[in-house]
């Protein structure tokens, strides 16, 4: 199956840093999603490209769609406490009714 | 406007035994997925229903079955329970299959003993 490996694992920043974090994959997307989990809850839909190239930003959060659609990219500015939680890559093939996620990027933000 | 509801939020079993976990869609939402998280990784697709029938299929075995409720709720059951069973599971509710917005319960986090 597809394989979504996400780097950094982890990350410690001070808050008010940027934070930049990415997604690659062994095969091609045609959705790549970004997604967040706190602790004790299930993820939460952040951003949604669908198209190579795109570049979208939802507030602080801006996203990028590869070119070569195997990989993904999310930029967070100005960090602020509670952008603390684990940031999840998801991608969805045409056709398919599911989403593959990555490994997961867990930020940690020191005040 | 409730989100998606999971019960229960923990469980704990022994293995071999079943195990029922429940899921309530979002108001508006026909379309229920069920995802496997294991502990320090991204969630797994399991299997997704609509109109009360299975409609893909992830890679698990036969043990991990469904059902979909006219309506829309969705029950995951899992059989001859294993320690590597021991995950978060997650229902997400969707307007459609294939829509790529989710929307995720909290989870019902199961320990196998």
């Known amino acids: 199956g597809q394989q979504l490996n996400q780097s950094p694992q982890s990350m410690f920043i001070q808050e008010g840093e940027d934070v930049s974090m990415n997604c690659t994959s062994s095969?091609?997307?045609?959705?790549w999603l970004w997604y967040k989990q706190d602790p004790g809850e299930g993820p939460v839909l952040l951003i949604a490209?669908?198209?190579?190239?795109e570049l979208t930003s939802n507030g602080r959060l801006t996203a990028q769609f590869g070119i070569t659609r195997k990989d993904s990219f999310l930029n967070i500015s100005a960090s602020i406490p509670s952008d603390v939680g684990i940031y999840f890559c998801?991608?969805?093939?045409?056709?398919?009714?599911?989403?593959?996620f990555g490994t997961g990027t867990r930020l940690t933000v020191i005040p | 406007d409730a989100g998606v509801t999971q019960s229960p939020t923990h469980l704990i079993k022994t293995r071999g035994q079943q195990v029922t976990l429940r899921c309530s869609p979002k108001s508006g939402h026909d379309t229920v997925s069920w995802y496997q998280q294991a502990l320090g990784q991204g969630p797994q697709f399991i299997f997704q229903y609509y109109e009360e029938e299975e409609r893909q299929r992830g890679n698990f075995p036969d043990r991990f079955s469904g059902h979909q409720f006219p309506n829309y709720s969705s029950e995951l059951n899992v059989n001859a329970l294993l320690l590597g069973d021991s995950a978060l599971y997650l229902c997400?509710?969707?307007?459609?299959?294939?829509?790529?917005?989710?929307?995720f319960g909290a989870g019902s986090r199961l320990t196998v003993l």
């Open positions: 998801a991608g969805q093939t045409v056709g398919a009714n599911n989403l593959f």
């Open positions: 490209l669908y198209k190579a190239g």
């Open positions: 095969s091609i997307f045609n959705t």
């Open positions: 997400a509710s969707s307007s459609r299959p294939g829509a790529n917005v989710l929307t």
